[in-house]
């Protein structure tokens, strides 16, 4: 499936894919959605860096004919002198659940991994969302545990699950690319009791 998506910066065009994917709650999804704030958001980030910077960035998921949705990092500090990065995906609603979600967050790991000095990509996701804990499985991310009252929506407190891979979870060459295997901890998919 590799070879069918790419990532590829945003383009102008691309920032109303962006919008509807993080402004319009019928696309953002229960689990994601946290309310309306200001529209034009992306677009002033984009023109000011291209939403591509040192402390982060968005890069759109290509798929052979359209574009699918877009995945975004973000510098998350460990202690004083490291930092690892927090990632995140947004995925139109007519491709979830057919893998193109778990391709682009390995591509993203294989990218900022290749690009940047980093040793950790994380990624937190609702307790809730198991068709994103079993996307970030397949895509070699390692489950390491529920954060209790975590991030608030829809009036409450929710739980979330932290998953991460290090540079030592790469896997064997594929081509030019460093691949991850898929996390050896949750081959059978996430865990349902939290």
Avoid at 53 to 64: E, N, R
Avoid at 108 to 120: D, G, K
Wanted: charged share 25%; aromatic share 10%.
């Amino acid at each position: 499936m590799s070879d069918q998506l790419r990532l590829r910066p945003v383009a102008e065009e691309d920032l109303a894919v962006i919008e509807r994917l993080t402004g319009d709650p019928e696309a953002v999804g229960e689990q994601s959605w946290h309310g309306w704030f200001d529209p034009r958001t992306y677009r002033r980030r984009w023109e000011e860096t291209g939403l591509l910077t040192d402390d982060g960035g968005t890069l759109m998921v290509a798929g052979p004919a359209e574009t699918l949705g877009f995945v975004q990092w973000s510098r998350h500090p460990t202690n004083r002198v490291s930092y690892c990065w927090n990632i995140g995906i947004g995925m139109l609603p007519k491709v979830r659940g057919l893998g193109y979600g778990t391709e682009a967050q390995r591509l993203l790991v294989e990218y900022l991994f290749a690009h940047t000095q980093v040793n950790r990509v994380q990624a937190v996701t609702e307790i809730t969302n198991t068709a994103e804990q079993w996307a970030l499985s397949k895509a070699g991310f390692t489950r390491e545990g529920v954060l209790r009252g975590y991030g608030f929506r829809d009036g409450g407190w929710r739980d979330a699950v932290m998953y991460s891979v290090v540079r030592e979870d790469l896997g064997k060459e594929r081509g030019d690319m460093t691949v991850l295997r898929p996390s050896r901890r949750d081959q059978n998919g996430p865990r349902r009791d939290g």
